[in-house]
């Protein structure tokens, strides 16, 4: 009897994932059918094992069942080991649960299909990770500041999460979570949740997320943490090591709360705090909610690099409050975030350095077209979303999503477009959108009252059409467009660089200045420069990036400084364009190779497989 049980819902799994296949999902990229069911919680009982690189235990999942008929549940997974499912029956009790993991797929990972005889409210499965899981990097002592104890993190965006947790995952899905995780002693285990600073985890540290995210911002970190506060409702979390440098840079976290309050709204996550990573953390920033997760790469000294803060605080209202309901609609996180990064930096150190801040990153915006495919130039495509392949550059719907923003408050006034961008938050928190819900809302709540801002044609032209439109206003920073003549000057040779006045100027001004030199100044003028302020040394490492750039392409030899930075930084943005210039200099292809092959070890495994592509090319 039991075996036919068993065949009987084997055989309606194969019968779910064969009618699946043929269906459209809305996101391309999950195989979760959340038309059917839709996970409204998540609650995680883990143990971290470090000696194995794995995390094991169970996630246990409750449904909230949209379709009556459904009759499987399907999830998310990425070289889990399943050892087994329960299904919580009515009466109470836990059963056994027949299940299958479909074939891997090299981008989506595996599918998880449970036979439900009933519509369970909850399920839990039972696995553990694998040490090569894509979301977390486990770093040894030696990786580490204090080179004592281990530490491990994950980064959940996009689709990582699947990796180290099996679940629905998709923007277009949120839910609550609590966890219980046991971690070595001595180590502190940290959360996209509250977090309980007075925490020793005996029995396991606890965390709660009384908020509803989607999968990608769900993350955690184990290893030799401390906590400082920064204000009533904000701390900065980092290794010992770091926490003073770090709390020193990070002063100003509740002025910038309470600034994008007064433009956008309550902040409504109740804390704001970070966690500096190791260096090898591949990017700028993560907007995890209640814990965001941050480069050292931002600690300059000075505070000169705390935009990149504001940008992820920001995320709080744009991405974290309203998500964007699939990857394809990416630029409703990211373009919104940073038009929403830039009025609160304005609002905090002034309309002079938002608008150097706004024309460099327009500036960059400009020179990245030249390496994008015109049909990836827009915000979003008219393609039906069925596959990632289809869609835009994922770095310049940054600038050009900020772009759009900034067009409709010039031409609307701010007062109104303020009043209007608050309403697009207030009413959609929590939710996932999509592009045409934001088109929708804009007609509705702006355009027909002001039809004059912005025809249907002009719109269309910004969502969907390459580069960045004839129409778009340019900012021009005064203070800039001095020191462009005086760069040209220097460039020509008619102004000495012992007679630049760049000791006053600030991390923007050497960001633009550099940015114009890459590939025009010639070696012995950087050597000048160098010696002159010190930039192959520079503790801020958006300046020494592109002090590098150009010096390898011009020549110049930074390879003593250049070896420290690639050795001890691994964020994506510096390391892969560095090691591109390096493969492309006949004179450093050797060098490179010798340097990567020691550094390789200290990168996280999205920036190893980007740098590997490199050195795969002929």
């Known amino acids: 009897m039991q075996l036919k049980k068993t065949l009987k819902s084997l055989a309606a799994l194969l019968l779910a994932a064969g009618t699946s296949l043929g269906l459209a999902h809305a996101d391309p990229l999950s195989y979760a059918r959340y038309d059917q069911v839709r996970t409204s919680d998540l609650h995680l009982d883990l143990k971290a094992d470090f000696s194995r690189h794995i995390l094991s235990g169970y996630a246990e999942l409750t449904l909230n069942w949209l379709d009556k008929s459904a009759s499987s549940l399907v999830l998310d997974t990425s070289e889990l080991n399943i050892a087994r499912v329960q299904l919580l029956h009515p009466s109470g009790r836990w059963q056994a649960a027949s299940y299958m993991l479909d074939k891997p797929d090299a981008e989506k990972g595996r599918a998880l299909r449970i036979a439900v005889p009933f519509q369970p409210q909850k399920v839990r499965i039972y696995y553990r990770t694998a040490p090569s899981a894509t979301a977390l990097q486990w770093m040894s002592p030696q990786q580490t500041m204090s080179g004592k104890r281990p530490l491990m993190f994950s980064q959940s965006e996009s689709i990582n999460a699947r990796s180290w947790v099996p679940l629905q995952d998709t923007p277009a899905v949120r839910f609550t979570y609590s966890a219980r995780i046991a971690a070595p002693e001595g180590l502190r285990v940290v959360m996209s949740a509250a977090n309980d600073q007075q925490s020793h985890g005996v029995g396991g540290w606890k965390f709660s997320m009384a908020q509803p995210i989607p999968s990608y911002l769900l993350a955690i970190a184990i290893g030799e943490i401390e906590v400082r506060n920064l204000g009533p409702r904000s701390a900065v979390y980092a290794e010992p090591a770091r926490i003073d440098a770090a709390a020193y840079e990070l002063a100003d976290t509740e002025k910038m709360i309470s600034a994008a309050e007064e433009l956008y709204g309550p902040y409504r996550w109740e804390r704001y705090d970070m966690l500096v990573l190791p260096p090898s953390f591949p990017i700028g920033g993560m907007e995890n909610p209640r814990l965001t997760f941050v480069t050292p790469t931002m600690i300059a000294g000075d ?316």
């Open 303 to 618: 505070r000169s690099l705390v935009d990149l803060i504001a940008h992820e605080l920001a995320h709080s209202w744009s991405g974290n409050l309203v998500t964007n309901a699939t990857w394809k609609h990416f630029w409703l996180n990211e373009g919104f975030t940073n038009y929403v990064t830039t009025r609160v930096v304005e609002k905090l150190y002034g309309e002079e350095v938002a608008q150097m801040n706004l024309q460099v990153e327009q500036e960059e915006a400009m020179a990245s077209l030249a390496a994008i495919p015109p049909a990836k130039q827009a915000l979003v495509t008219r393609d039906a979303d069925t596959a990632a392949a289809t869609y835009t550059d994922t770095e310049l719907v940054y600038p050009k999503g900020a772009w759009l923003l900034r067009t409709l408050e010039q031409r609307a006034g701010r007062s109104v477009f303020d009043a209007f961008l608050r309403g697009w938050f207030d009413q959609h928190a929590f939710q996932s959108v999509r592009t045409e819900d934001f088109v929708s809302y804009l007609k509705t709540h702006l355009l027909a009252a002001h039809p004059e801002v912005m025809s249907v044609a002009e719109l269309d032209e910004w969502l969907y059409g390459a580069g960045i439109p004839a129409s778009a206003r340019h900012e021009a920073s005064p203070r800039l467009a001095t020191l462009d003549t005086q760069r040209s000057a220097w460039l020509q040779g008619t102004l000495a660089t012992a007679d630049l006045p760049a000791q006053g100027w600030i991390a923007l001004e050497w960001m633009h200045f550099l940015n114009d030199i890459d590939g025009k100044a010639t070696a012995s003028q950087l050597q000048e420069l160098d010696q002159r302020f010190g930039l192959a040394k520079s503790g801020n490492n958006e300046i020494a990036y592109r002090f590098y750039l150009s010096s390898i392409k011009a020549g110049y030899n930074v390879r003593a400084p250049l070896q420290t930075f690639l050795l001890n930084v691994g964020r994506q943005k510096f390391v892969v364009p560095l090691y591109a210039a390096l493969l492309n200099h006949p004179a450093e292809r050797a060098w490179a190779k010798t340097l990567y092959a020691q550094a390789r070890q200290h990168y996280h495994p999205v920036t190893q497989s980007s740098v590997d592509k490199l050195f795969k090319k002929p």
